[in-house]
């Protein structure tokens, strides 16, 4: 089975991960307080874009997907910098030039530090803000653009900030984190947020990113009503048994994680990005290989993952998924297996439009700084050399496989 000749084929970065040189928003303040690992300049992509864009052009994508920092574009409330967003523009201009098509995400998880000092999404204020900033960016740039993406993973915003703790503003404290305050009698120190209360934040907390993304939406339709506009959904593929239980239970997470939070956007979605990671299927779990996150791998999971937002009727794209894999020993398995399971949805009917691997080089991946290495171009952060890896060459080599030329035939 071929790929359509119009399939977007790519990978994907966002902005405070490459780019180097944020240092207003709200992880970076929480890097100068020790709380996360400081991101500094990065891979310093802000100023070697066009260089990394000859890479992808030279490993044969067609399209590559980046988010624009809304801390540069807005740096103080509303007040909006024009430098930022012609440095985005000329990005975009540089990929168009290299046959690479953009895929622009408005928002990937950092916050202005004036937003996130009003409570970033905790606040009433939060959609109108970001429905603002959304306008925005589409007024100056969306003549450049076939579509946009409101925010990423919304869920796993929510949830490592308010349910984990491990992420700003940090406001659920482990159990040994509240053992610890209870039994110190320190009480002159910060009180761990009890767990109850934190989750009904949480809920707030989506609840506002739900109304933030479909406030953006019509605030881009007014702006630019031929715009495609999408949300981008991390989505657990849960799988389960024939037994009734394990098919409850399976349902049961597929709802909480994934169909909870859509039903309420997906009236105004014109398309939809998938985040890939997890398959878990209840009631025979079995044996499986581990990537350096110690997650297990079962990259065509992704079927499962995909039939579960064919539920919307809307195009698809992959717009996450990938590996930590340092010594780039399952990354080339890991795509093809990928791969494999999109056929195998498109057989049956999704409509899926591109594939965006994760990353196009390694990256700041968020608490756990620089360590984890998901590229398939490998970053030297002493000099910020680039070396393409082994893995990136076979992802070519499937593209160029899986193509459909102009002339109906497959590429050579």
């Known amino acids: 089975m071929k790929f359509p000749k119009d399939f977007y084929w790519g990978a994907a970065t966002a902005s405070y991960q490459v780019e180097g040189g944020i240092e207003n ?3 970076a303040k929480a890097a100068r307080e020790g709380r996360v690992p400081a991101c500094g300049r990065a891979c310093d992509h802000y100023h070697r874009y066009e260089a990394d864009f000859d890479l992808a052009q030279q490993l044969g994508h067609n399209a590559h997907r980046f988010s624009i920092e809304w801390a540069r574009i807005e740096p103080v409330e509303g007040q909006f910098d024009t430098a930022a967003i012609e440095h985005y523009r000329a990005v975009i201009r540089a990929l168009k030039e290299r046959g690479l098509t953009p895929f622009v995400t408005l928002w990937h998880f950092t916050l202005p530090q004036w937003f996130a000092d009003k409570g970033g999404f905790e606040s009433k204020q939060a959609p109108e ?7 925005y ?8 653009l076939a579509g946009i993406t409101t925010m990423n993973e919304p869920i796993v915003f929510a949830g490592l900030g308010w ?6 503003p940090f406001k659920m404290q482990k159990l040994a984190d509240w053992q610890e305050y209870t039994n110190s009698g320190k009480r002159s120190q910060s009180r761990p947020q009890q767990s109850w209360w934190a989750y009904g934040t949480y809920r707030r907390v989506v609840r506002h990113l ?3 993304h479909n406030q953006a939406y019509d605030a881009i339709k007014l702006v630019a009503p031929d715009l495609s506009v999408s949300i981008v959904k991390h989505v657990v593929a849960y799988d389960a048994t024939s037994n009734p239980w394990q098919r409850c239970k399976a349902w049961f997470a597929t709802n909480f994680q994934t169909h909870s939070f859509m039903r309420k956007v997906a009236d105004r979605c014109d398309e939809i990005g998938l985040n890939f990671y997890h398959y878990v299927k209840f009631g025979d779990r079995g044996e499986h290989p581990k990537s350096d996150m110690g997650w297990e791998m079962i990259p065509g999971g992704i079927y499962r993952a995909l039939h579960i937002l064919h539920h919307y009727q809307k195009p698809i794209f992959v717009s996450e998924c990938g590996v930590a894999d340092d010594d780039d020993s399952h990354r080339a398995w890991y795509i093809e297996e990928q791969l494999t399971g999109m056929q195998q949805a498109m057989a049956d009917g999704v409509d899926v439009r591109g594939h965006m691997y994760w990353s196009l080089m390694d990256n700041y991946e968020w608490a756990l700084g620089f360590e984890k290495k998901f590229g398939l171009i490998e ?7 680039r070396k393409i890896r082994p893995s990136a060459w076979r992802y070519k080599e499937l593209i160029e496989q899986y193509s459909v030329a102009d002339n109906g035939s497959a590429a050579s």
Request: with cysteine.
């Open 25 to 27: 928003c709200d992880w």
């Open 129 to 135: 803000l970001f429905a603002r900033y959304a306008r």
């Open 137 to 144: 960016v589409v007024e100056q740039l969306g003549d450049e």
């Open 163 to 168: 349910l984990k703790g491990n992420w700003p």
């Open 210 to 212: 739900v109304m933030a």
């Open 379 to 385: 970053i030297n952060y002493d000099t910020l050399e």
